[in-house]
């Protein structure tokens, strides 16, 4: 199943998708902008920056979290180098990081 989620952004500066599609004893969710995206565990931030690297892909990864809530609270545990151009950094929370893909 997969489910579709508008967010808000606090201050309502901007709403954001949120996308959630449960496979067989996992589920992947991923909160995205125009310009990149957060996702759960299941990204491998070391692909998009070493193979994809041309591509300039703005993105994080959060570990251990089971709903787009928690993505949004979870410290974030690695992200590619184009995140890091626009100032987001390992240890920072998701929500935090979406406001600047805004």
């Not at 309502?12 to 969710?29: N, S």
């Not at 949004?72 to 151009?85: D, F, I, K, N, R």
């Amino acid at each position: 199943m997969m489910r579709m989620v508008p967010i808000v952004l606090s201050g309502g500066a901007a709403t954001v998708l949120g996308v959630e599609v449960k496979l067989p004893k996992t589920t992947l969710l991923a909160i995205a902008t125009d310009k990149g995206y957060i996702m759960c565990g299941a990204l491998d931030v070391g692909l998009l920056n070493e193979k994809l690297s041309d591509r300039g892909i703005i993105a994080a990864r959060a570990v251990g979290v089971r709903t787009l809530e928690e993505l949004m609270e979870a410290p974030l545990e690695s992200v590619t180098v184009g995140a890091e151009a626009l100032g987001i950094t390992a240890g920072m929370r998701g929500a935090d990081a979406i406001r600047l893909m805004v």
